[in-house]
């Protein structure tokens, strides 16, 4: 089984686990020799980490830097520091794990039965609206990018109105504000880069714009159907059948509220395949990929990390899904994707 994960925030994580310890240092004077080893991407008590990594069958795994504009820090100065626990994380663990710049890098990993790790980022914010950070971005490495997170930024805005929800519990959404001017721009420069753009997040007026002005197969690294869970983050069949038509990739959400019908975080393997079968139905067998949001959803997880994606295989298996189908799902149509663009 091999597989390819277009999102998760362990990085962030990882992140904020040193400045928890950072900060207990500066009260207690020191760290103890246990809280001196702190957890790395080898082995963790998160979602993701190598060794599980191997054990399920990963050849490639997209780590986000996750910003979230009101945490009250410069955004660039924040995403620069999760690319340093990025790349640090990178070389302690050089012989297990490789960053991809390119698709050849994907297939030299491959064949050195090495795993692979693409930055992304998660917050198309964090450049401040200057192309000129998201030139720098590029040459440290990141190939994908959403353009925003939950808040208005200088490209874009996004669907959900973050302080209020409806009956069933779900966000509002506010799909009418589009892409800026400077956000036209951004995706300009990112076709031109080779930096995949994400509509996870976008709203719907942006979803279009990103559309309609685009050349290259685009992606929804994390979102799930709409038509059967109405969350703000979700994608309308219509949604669907274009990113299917870009040539782009669906990354299927684990996240129980990107799933159900009424918001609630359970997230389990037979209502993951619902949305797979929808996906598929809508979209064709070329259009789904993974990306399971791992640490950085909660709830009750029917997999609890990544060593146990063997239960979402064995969900698609008993449901008749084929062959065939799960390996695209798992890895084959992301790596087209990847093959295309990067």
Known sequence: MRIIDMHCDTISKLWEKRQMAHLEEKISGGLDGEKEQLDGLLSNNLHIDLQRMKKAGYILQNFAMYIDLKRGLDPFDYVLALIGVFQEEMEKNKNEISPVMCYADFIENINRGKLSALMTIEEGGCCKGDIANLEKLYDLGARMMTLTWNYPNELASPNIVVD??????????????????????????????????????????????VAAHTKKPFVASHSNARTLCEHARNLTDEMIRTIADSGGVIGLNFYGEFLNEINQKDSYVKRMVDHVRHIIQVGGSDCLGLGSDFDGIDGTLEMKDCSQLYKFVEELERQHISDTQIEKILYQNTMRVYREVL
């Open 164 to 209: 209020q929800k409806n009956d069933k519990g779900f966000y509002l959404f506010d799909g009418t504000k589009g892409l800026t001017a400077t956000g036209f721009s951004f995706i300009e420069r990112m076709e031109e880069l080779g930096i995949i753009i994400d509509v996870s997040h976008l709203s719907d007026a942006g979803f279009w714009d």
